[in-house]
């Protein structure tokens, strides 16, 4: 019964969702960082510093990683806020951020669940979030909750998964990403955790979804940008 529970992650939604993909994400920690180097050809980094790029930092700012998991935008956030600035990392997963603890020398972490942010209103001029709005459990809630803690004129960016809009394209990303992901997860021992990564991308919104999404929130200025022919999605956007 347990097996069958694990193998529906990907169709979980609400509180049970939550729940689901907590324990998913505590039990990969160790392996999280390899794993996502090995997916990404370690590009994953050069995607966070270009989206860091887009919120246009200015030093002396205060900036959110939310669903920071491992703390990988944590350093480029640092850089760019300065001296001066202030960077803090939320994400709802303990094990995760005791792994983001040993990426920057002074970090500021604590738990906290995207959809009510333990956060005063206006209270960053940036927020970025990387490989977690599809995890949420209420999307929606969570892009109100980022555009309510950020002050005006503040920018979020978020980096998640998407489909190719090339067909041919999508065919083999989806063989890749359904045969040789959960194969490689389980080599770890992770194969359901790896199987919900291409399950939970095709249940996720598509990019005018959620750029709408962004701006039913409250967000302007919304656009979006592919990279890896169309398997990651950059989109970003400005309170007013």
């Not at 995607?47 to 350093?75: H, M, N, Y």
């Not at 995760?96 to 603890?101: I, N």
């Not at 409250?218 to 398997?231: D, S, T, Y």
């Amino acid at each position: 019964m347990a097996n069958s529970n694990r193998e529906a992650i990907w169709q979980t939604d609400g509180a049970q969702k939550r729940s689901a993909v907590q324990k998913m994400f505590a039990e990969i920690a160790p392996s999280y960082d390899l794993l996502n180097g090995v997916m990404s050809f370690s590009l994953h980094h050069r995607w966070r510093s270009d989206a860091v790029k887009l919120l246009r930092i200015q030093p002396g700012e205060k900036a959110l990683d939310l669903c920071c998991g491992t703390g990988d935008f944590l350093p480029p956030l640092n850089k760019a806020v300065g001296e001066a600035g202030f960077v803090t990392g939320i994400d709802f997963c303990l094990p995760m951020l005791e792994h983001a603890q040993k990426k920057v020398s002074t970090p500021h972490l604590s738990t906290g669940d995207a959809c009510q942010l333990p956060v005063a209103s206006e209270s960053f001029n940036a927020v970025s979030v990387g490989w977690g709005i599809r995890n949420v459990p209420d999307i929606d809630l969570a892009h109100r909750e980022i555009f309510r803690v950020l002050t005006k004129g503040g920018r979020f960016v978020s980096l998640d998964m998407a489909r190719p809009t090339n067909s041919v394209m999508r065919i083999l990303s989806e063989f890749v990403f359904n045969t040789i992901v959960p194969k490689l997860g389980s080599i770890f021992g992770r194969t359901q955790a790896y199987t919900y990564l291409p399950k939970s991308t095709q249940r996720f919104k598509t990019r005018e979804e959620l750029k709408v999404s962004m701006e039913q929130a409250g967000f302007v200025e919304v656009r979006w940008k592919n990279l890896m022919f169309g398997n990651i999605c950059i989109h970003w956007g400005l309170k007013p």
